[in-house]
């Protein structure tokens, strides 16, 4: 007698084949080891704080102290390293300069990747965690790549002609418990040694930055920021994001920046790389959020010596290339 099979009885059995196949996904994916791209994530980035809350550190003169190493809440959906992150579609207002200043941006090698100053904002957008220290007279922020910025909080007057700065000249106030940073005379994206972010969007020398600093309680940092600058976006633009404290006994990597080597300037693709429609370039081919660590070091000393920052436009060296023999 030839088997017979109730339909029914199929579609329910496809289902729980589905589900079942579903579910096996699921923990495969969960029950394998971390991959090199989890491991970096745990490093760079930031996790939520579920423990017990604490109120904010204060000074003697009761305003927040924002001293601390700081890891990056990453939002869903939301490119790191893009100053367009709370834009619509990821879009700047360029003028018809700034359009032709990002132009020629792509056409130049990173400056991050040549081992110039990675200046403000593009150190505030970046995924990397960061350091704080500041007291009455300071604020200072100590970055990745072995960067760092200063502003004055001594009740000084902004210069009138400052030397522009990768950084700009930063003076800072509170406003309540916000730390208000106002910093001008940043040097030029037309001088192809400075980007406003890892995307290659420029920035000029009439631009004024404005951070707002705020520690809500002993885990968290906020900073929202307001670029204008008049040369290269028709309007002001707006940016914020959100920074948990990192878990005791972390805090910045040595490290020492050769990334201006033969292999960078003659290997290296000019440009940010594939921007998405999503508005990130990630960390490599596989839609990394983070670099790899570490970071970009071919030895265990921590040299970047041959890295090719973060993007993999091309394969990542074992060691440099030799050099062609001279004829």
């Not at 002609?161 to 001008?184: A, C, K």
């Amino acid at each position: 007698m030839p088997l017979r099979i109730n339909p029914l009885h199929m579609a329910v059995g496809l289902a729980l084949s589905a589900a079942a196949l579903s579910a096996y996904a699921q923990y495969r994916d969960e029950a394998k080891p971390d991959s090199i791209t989890s491991k970096s994530e745990k490093i760079w980035l930031g996790t939520e704080y579920t423990g017990k809350p604490a109120s904010t550190p204060r000074d003697a003169k009761g305003k927040p102290l924002l001293n601390g190493y700081w890891k990056l809440l990453h939002e869903a959906n939301k490119p790191d390293g893009n100053l367009a992150k709370d834009l619509p579609n990821f879009q700047l207002p360029y003028t018809a300069a700034g359009k032709a200043a990002l132009a020629a941006n792509t056409k130049i090698v990173d400056p991050e990747a040549r081992c110039i100053v990675t200046g403000i904002p593009r150190t505030l957008t970046a995924v990397l965690p960061f350091e704080i220290q500041h007291n009455g007279v300071r604020f200072a922020s100590f970055h990745q790549l072995g960067w760092h910025r200063l502003a004055w909080l001594d009740g000084r007057k902004p210069a009138a002609d400052p030397d522009p700065r990768y950084t700009g000249n930063g003076i800072g106030s509170w406003e309540g418990d916000t730390l208000v940073i106002r910093s001008h005379a940043f040097k030029d994206s037309s001088d192809g040694r400075v980007w406003a972010d890892d995307n290659a969007n420029p920035i000029s020398s009439d631009a004024v930055l404005v951070e707002r600093w705020t520690r809500p309680d002993y885990q968290h940092l906020n900073l929202e920021f307001t670029l204008t600058d008049p040369k290269y976006y028709s309007k002001p633009i707006k940016y914020s994001r959100k920074f948990v404290l990192a878990p005791e006994g972390e805090t910045l990597k040595e490290f020492s920046c050769e990334w201006n080597t033969y292999w960078v300037t003659t290997q290296l693709e000019p440009g940010p790389g594939k921007i998405g429609v999503d508005g990130n370039r990630y960390f490599g081919p596989d839609k990394q959020i983070v670099p790899d660590w570490p970071l970009g070091a071919v030895d265990d000393d921590g040299r970047g010596t041959g890295y090719w920052l973060y993007r993999k436009n091309k394969p990542k060296p074992s060691d440099l290339p030799p050099k062609p023999e001279a004829k």
